[in-house]
């Protein structure tokens, strides 16, 4: 199996021509029936070597922090932090292996994260700067991790370091500010969008990294949306009126828009777990308790799947509906 950064390394050592790669994909994508740039790539696994890597990087990391952990936490901590980026510099650096990059990308920004928040535990300081100033810390970590390895995630991870570090110093700096909390989120939401939009601009075709690290992106910037706008709706606090599912369930087919019309799901699967939620308690109210869930789930699940089905057929029926200068900036139809 071949993947696309395989196939653009072939492409920038010479093995093959931009041209021939570009009618390769071209061939793929017509004998999958679906255009490859719906099909939303971004890789995790190549095979179960990845997995079998990523299960012995785990024991080896824990084992590590647990050994250090008998001097100290944070020695411990340490330890993983530098096993983290040595194992990197083989499985990720020379290796490629796309499950173990993720992984120990993840170990390695939690690991200075988690130093960061130990080590200023006893410093005196309120609780929003003892974590503010790690994420400060873990989000210069993610750029150095970037600069040296280029995994797609880690532009993700150091912007979820910055939004948490910039609001933190926010909340110590401005007490008031706390109790704006949802529309910080939301702002923050639409920034990481912005910087995700941005990304995916670069890559319309998607067959570059620059495709991944978008993705990642719009990973996190999703529930930075749609958690604030749906709690708006006081979903979860307890009985939900016609009324609020209505409301609901007209904001998910927002979203549905917005995500087909940026060729991006991420968004609706976020929003999911609400939708469920409010039409399952508003059918409880109703009496029907047993079977509400299953009823929800079936009737949701369907129409995702129809909607999955004929993906390209809505971004046809949608697209056109845009600005020129608008959809030029999208995904192209196929």
């Known amino acids: 199996m071949y993947s696309e950064e395989d196939l653009n390394s072939a492409v920038d050592a010479g093995v093959i021509d931009e041209s021939s790669a570009t009618a390769f994909r071209n061939y793929v994508a017509d004998q999958r029936v679906t255009p490859d740039v719906d099909e939303?790539?971004?890789?995790?696994?190549?095979?179960f070597n990845d997995i079998f890597v990523v299960i012995a990087i785990l024991l080896l990391l824990s084992s590590l922090m647990?050994?250090?952990?008998s001097q100290s936490l944070q020695v411990g901590i340490t330890l993983q932090v530098i096993a983290s980026w040595g194992l990197a510099e083989f499985f990720t650096r020379k290796r490629r292996m796309a499950l173990p990059s993720i992984v120990l990308l993840l170990t390695f920004v939690g690991g200075v994260l988690g130093f960061g928040i130990t080590a200023l535990a006893d410093s005196g300081m309120s609780?929003?700067?003892?974590?503010?100033?790690?994420?400060?810390?873990?989000?210069?970590a993610a750029w150095l991790h970037w600069q040296r390895f280029r995994v797609p995630?880690?532009?993700?991870?150091?912007?979820?370091?910055?939004?948490?570090?910039?609001?933190?110093?926010?909340?110590?700096?401005?007490?008031?500010?706390?109790?704006?909390?949802?529309v910080?989120?939301?702002?923050?939401g639409l920034l990481v969008f912005a910087i995700a939009m941005r990304w995916d601009i670069s890559d319309i075709v998607r067959q570059t990294?620059?495709?991944?690290?978008?993705?990642?992106?719009?990973?996190?910037?999703a529930p930075l949306l749609v958690h604030p706008v749906f709690s708006a709706l006081k979903v979860f606090d307890g009985d939900v009126s016609i009324l609020q599912a209505s409301a609901v369930g007209l904001?998910?087919?927002?979203?549905?828009?917005?995500?087909?019309?940026?060729?991006?799901?991420?968004?609706?699967?976020?929003?999911?777990?609400?939708?469920?939620?409010?039409?399952?308690?508003?059918?409880?109210?109703?009496?029907?308790?047993?079977?509400?869930?299953?009823?929800?789930?079936?009737?949701?699940?369907?129409?995702?799947?129809?909607?999955?089905?004929?993906?390209?057929?809505?971004?046809?029926a949608l697209l056109p509906l845009y600005p020129v200068n608008i959809t030029r900036l999208l995904p192209a139809l196929r």
């Open 40 to 47: 939303e790539h971004f890789r995790l696994i190549s095979g």
């Open 66 to 69: 647990w050994i250090g952990h």
């Open 209 to 221: 990294r620059r495709s991944d690290v978008a993705f990642w992106l719009h990973l996190i910037a």
């Open 153 to 182: 995630i880690t532009i993700a991870a150091g912007t979820a370091a910055v939004v948490s570090g910039c609001m933190m110093a926010l909340f110590a700096l401005i007490p008031a500010t706390r109790d704006w909390l949802a």
């Open 251 to 316: 904001l998910y087919v927002a979203v549905a828009i917005i995500s087909i019309s940026i060729d991006r799901r991420a968004m609706m699967v976020s929003a999911l777990v609400y939708v469920l939620y409010a039409f399952n308690a508003l059918l409880e109210q109703y009496g029907v308790v047993s079977l509400g869930f299953a009823l929800i789930a079936f009737s949701i699940g369907s129409g995702l799947l129809l909607l999955s089905a004929f993906w390209q057929t809505c971004r046809k």
């Open 127 to 140: 609780t929003e700067l003892n974590i503010g100033i790690p994420s400060g810390l873990t989000a210069f």
């Open 184 to 188: 910080m989120i939301f702002v923050a």
